[in-house]
């Protein structure tokens, strides 16, 4: 009560003051307002330095400008500004900076925060202040830098703060009880040019990813982490250069975007229960995912599945396996090793994310044909439980024996990246067929998209395709920069593109190659050689290399921007090479007429939008001398700086469905 009492009379004492001053100080803001309010019913040490009787500069956590914006130095004992009393009541002398971290402050923030025209920072974190953050603070004009961090704030944050956008450069609200959304900015497109931490941790907040950050192109530090947050992460996301982001212990759901360029690890995400995608879990795709289920009969609609897949099923011993999802480094069970080894029965490998699987669920699964290659056949496969997986069986005697394709085999089960298609498991029969399993996406290839008219075909603008080619060049340089061993995808054609919904496209096919023997590999060379996908200087598959794939992205390339296909056309066997066809058009001028109608259909500036970019990079691919195509890593660096401005184009399904039958 006592304390009350006191602090009563100092409210009353100093509005008195006020009253007597005419033009009020940011000096009597700091005693009359600021003060009695974050100092709260206790008197504070620090604080007591807040006094008229004590020079300005002594003024604990305070610094002053004068208005023409020359500091008021606070070093020179000597000088008159340090012990000029009267300094405190000349009103062109303004705050500056008010930095009391670990203060032992229990108060609140009081809306004459929002009073001070020259306050740049404000740092008030590690104290006690409760309450909530004023709706005024939006109206300090020069804040730039907030740091309200590891207090007891309530309430939600005012969206007032976003006045302050243009020089906000930091902004911590870490560590409190702040709930609510976070507000977005009243202006739409807000950019915040500035800002460069934006750290909302450990709060309470709810409700969906703030979306409007990712226009915040400078944001380097992003912490979300330990609140509420739920629903999907925008793939926006990962075109800021992010250096540190936490969204970890949310409640966020989906496939993460590919962050791969950002080299974020699991801990910046970790603690979202439904969240899957590298660098967490990998995500199980399909209705149910691939649980094992009941015993049903094995129905395949072919004649050589049913006769492997039973050869399979006879060596396949009782002992069901299980994988641990714990043991996800643990791609091997070591008594299936141990069954390959003694030669007998056969051997299932699974790889990440096919843990779930057993032999029992694959060879009871009820097939279906989809595929028809030069070395094997693909199905799709319906679990017992109703989950689906894609099943590839190479051919009889189309696979290299000997040890050469277990390392093969164990490194592409590794590869995990959002543009690539993931291997679950291998099985090898007794009699050396083999198996590979596969996610199963039911999605439409690239190939088909392009050049299959049919009802209902989404039109793809060229937002579209700048997504789909940037997806596949970001698989291809992921495969290219393995660790261990760059890959080679050795068979890139628009068949081996998948496109869904949201025309996210995924590899299948990368690395095959170098499981089978020379001749079947060499069939895969005369096929992209017949299809124009082949690099002029490889003679032999097994010479294939990055080059190579560039090449053949090169021609897939020009394959999307022009909607061409390339290479033997119907049974006439007239040859499209499309770098001629591009050379041609240059020559005569004529290159805005090359590319596909759809492509130039809503773009302003093909210039500006990337589309002439787009080709001559492809055009860079395609160069019949290797050595000067540049790398895949250089082709996502270039795609990725050669945007289509209009982005919204990428994200409207109905737009999709409606739009097929418009006339360009
Ligand atoms: C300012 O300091 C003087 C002398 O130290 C003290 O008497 C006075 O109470 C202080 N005033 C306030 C408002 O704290
Ligand atoms: C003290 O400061 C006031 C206000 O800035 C100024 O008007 C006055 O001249 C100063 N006095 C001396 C002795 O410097
Ligand atoms: C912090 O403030 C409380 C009152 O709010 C007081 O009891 C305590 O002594 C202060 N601690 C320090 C280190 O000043
Ligand atoms: C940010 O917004 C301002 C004003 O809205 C605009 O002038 C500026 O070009 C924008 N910056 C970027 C990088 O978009
Ligand atoms: C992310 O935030 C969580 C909880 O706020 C914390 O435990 C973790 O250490 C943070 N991780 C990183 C990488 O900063
Ligand atoms: C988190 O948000 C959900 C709604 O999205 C709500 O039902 C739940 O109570 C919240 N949990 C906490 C701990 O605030
Ligand atoms: C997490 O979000 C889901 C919806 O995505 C919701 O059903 C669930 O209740 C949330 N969990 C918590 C703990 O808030």
Redesign the pocket.
């Known amino acids: 009560m006592a304390v009350f009492v006191k602090f009563f009379l100092t409210v009353v004492l100093t509005i008195s003051v006020t009253a007597v001053v005419t033009d009020s100080t940011d000096a009597d803001l700091i005693l009359n307002r600021i003060k009695p309010s974050i100092e709260g019913n206790s008197q504070n040490l620090l604080l007591k330095s807040w006094n008229t009787s004590v020079p300005l500069c002594q003024w604990r956590g305070l610094k002053w400008v004068y208005t023409n914006g020359s500091p008021l130095t606070c070093t020179d004992i000597s000088s008159p500004q340090w012990s000029n009393l009267s300094i405190s009541k000349d009103p062109s002398v303004h705050l500056v900076s008010l930095q009391l971290p670990s203060a032992n402050l229990s108060g609140t923030l009081p809306p004459e925060l929002g009073e001070f025209s020259s306050l740049q920072s404000l740092y008030l974190s590690v104290n006690s202040i409760s309450g909530q953050i004023p709706l005024e603070i939006g109206y300090g004009s020069s804040l730039s830098d907030i740091d309200l961090g590891n207090n007891l704030l309530t309430g939600s944050v005012p969206a007032s703060v976003w006045n302050l956008c243009e020089r906000l450069v930091s902004i911590r609200v870490h560590g409190n009880l702040l709930s609510g959304s976070i507000p977005e900015p009243a202006v739409p497109n807000a950019n915040c040019s500035s800002l460069v931490n934006f750290d909302f941790?450990?709060n309470r907040f709810s409700g969906n990813f703030p979306e409007f950050v990712t226009d915040f192109k400078s944001v380097k530090d992003l912490d979300l982490?330990?609140n509420n947050l739920s629903g999907e992460i925008p793939n926006e996301l990962s075109r800021l250069n992010l250096v540190k982001l936490?969204l970890?212990?949310n409640n966020f759901s989906g496939v993460l975007p590919d962050f791969n360029r950002l080299k974020l690890g699991e801990?910046?995400f970790e603690g979202n229960l439904n969240l899957c995608g590298a660098p967490l879990k990998p995500c199980k795709r399909g209705s149910g995912g691939l649980t094992s289920g009941a015993v049903a009969g094995l129905v395949i609609s072919s004649i050589t599945a049913i006769v492997v897949l039973a050869s399979v099923a006879i060596g396949y011993s009782q002992r069901k396996k299980k994988g641990n999802l714990d043991e996800e480094d643990d791609e091997f069970d070591p008594e299936e090793e141990d069954e390959a080894a003694g030669g007998g029965e056969g051997r299932l490998i699974l790889f990440e994310g096919g843990e779930h699987l057993t032999l029992e669920d694959v060879l009871n699964a009820t097939g279906q044909v989809m595929e028809k290659t030069s070395y094997g056949t693909i199905y799709k496969a319906k679990l017992a439980d109703g989950g689906t997986i894609a099943l590839r069986l190479f051919r009889e005697g189309s696979c290299s024996e000997g040890g050469l394709w277990l390392p093969a085999i164990k490194q592409l089960g590794r590869i995990r990246h959002e543009s690539l298609i993931p291997l679950r498991g291998f099985y090898q029969g007794k009699r050396g067929e083999k198996l590979l399993i596969y996610d199963y996406l039911p999605n439409k290839t690239l190939h088909e998209m392009l050049h299959e008219p049919r009802p209902g075909k989404p039109v793809l603008n060229w937002a579209r395709r700048h997504k789909i080619a940037l997806a596949i060049a970001k698989g291809i340089a992921h495969l290219h920069s393995n660790t261990e061993t760059p890959i080679t995808h050795g068979n890139l054609r628009s068949k081996n593109v998948l496109i869904d919904d949201f025309f996210i496209a995924r590899l299948t096919d990368f690395g095959l190659y170098k499981l089978m023997i020379p001749a079947v590999a060499d069939e895969i060379l005369a096929a992209a050689k017949a299809d124009g996908y082949k690099a002029p200087e490889l003679q032999k598959m097994k010479h294939c290399n990055s080059r190579t794939d560039v090449y053949a992205f090169g021609i897939l390339l020009l394959e999307i921007l022009l909607g061409k296909k390339p290479g033997k056309t119907g049974s006439r066997g007239g040859f499209v090479d499309l770098p001629a066809v591009v050379k041609v058009a240059v020559l005569e001028e004529t290159t805005m007429e090359v590319f596909d109608v759809e492509v130039l259909k809503g773009i302003r500036s093909p210039m500006e939008d990337g589309v002439v970019q787009a080709l001559k990079l492809a055009m860079g691919c395609c160069a019949p001398v290797a050595s000067v195509r540049p790398s895949m890593e250089e082709v996502v660096k270039q795609l990725e700086e050669n945007r289509p401005r209009n982005r919204s184009a990428l994200y409207s399904p109905a737009e999709t469905r409606s739009g097929v039958d418009t006339p360009f």
């Open positions: 941790g450990q982490s330990g936490n970890s212990y801990e910046s």
